[in-house]
């Protein structure tokens, strides 16, 4: 059915993201998706009152079509990093840094940023760059500190700031 829909953004096989219109994407939960709507919707809004580097979350809808609960949100437009300059990067990169580090502070951490090399994808498919900076999407598999004991959190941010590190020399280095 996903790859019959007109308007497919994903080519993922998880969920279905489709193009609801210029400004806005839907992300289809069907009901024997492993990844639960309620508790990605709850992380996204998480995330978005701390600082705007998540997609920002629009709302929770049904969508009779294709029988099941869609997450309303921001639609963005990816751009090729590799057309700007480096020095326009690295001022990029820096935001980017100093807002994850933020969402680690404030009790939210991605960790989907780098993807597993078993898994086939990009290898930083969750990590767009638009117009105004590095952004973040899909919070599937994102930790708030309160749901995990403190040593938890503190290993999940460890790891992710290593990843930030292989990210910026993929993103600086082509
Ligand atoms: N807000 C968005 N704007 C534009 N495209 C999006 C957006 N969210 C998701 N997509 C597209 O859908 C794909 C899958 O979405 P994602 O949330 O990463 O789901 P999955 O859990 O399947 O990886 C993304 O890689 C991207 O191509
Ligand atoms: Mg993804």
């Avoid at 919070?139 to 309160?146: E, M, P, Y």
Wanted: glycine content about 4%; some cysteine; overall charge negative.
């Amino acid at each position: 059915m996903s790859k019959l829909h007109p308007s497919k953004l994903s080519s993922c096989d998880n969920n279905l993201v489709i193009a609801i219109d210029d400004t806005e994407v839907g992300k289809l939960f069907i009901s024997d998706s492993r990844s639960d709507i309620g508790s990605e919707a709850e992380k996204m809004k998480f995330a978005n009152n701390i600082n705007d580097l998540v997609v920002k979350f629009k709302r929770l809808e049904y969508n009779d079509v294709m029988q099941g609960d869609m997450l309303i949100m921001e639609r963005l437009y990816p751009m090729d990093y590799r057309a700007y300059e480096l020095s326009k990067r690295e001022i990029w990169l820096d935001v980017f840094f100093d807002e994850v580090h933020e969402l680690h502070r404030n009790g939210f951490v991605h960790r989907d940023m780098l993807r597993p090399s078993n898994i086939p994808g990009g290898v930083f498919d969750n990590v767009f760059l638009t117009e105004k900076g590095l952004r973040l999407i899909d919070v599937g598999i994102s930790t708030l500190a309160h749901q995990v004991n403190v040593k938890m959190f503190e290993i999940f941010v460890q790891k992710e700031n290593e990843e930030l590190q292989v990210f910026a020399e993929h993103f600086l280095s082509r």
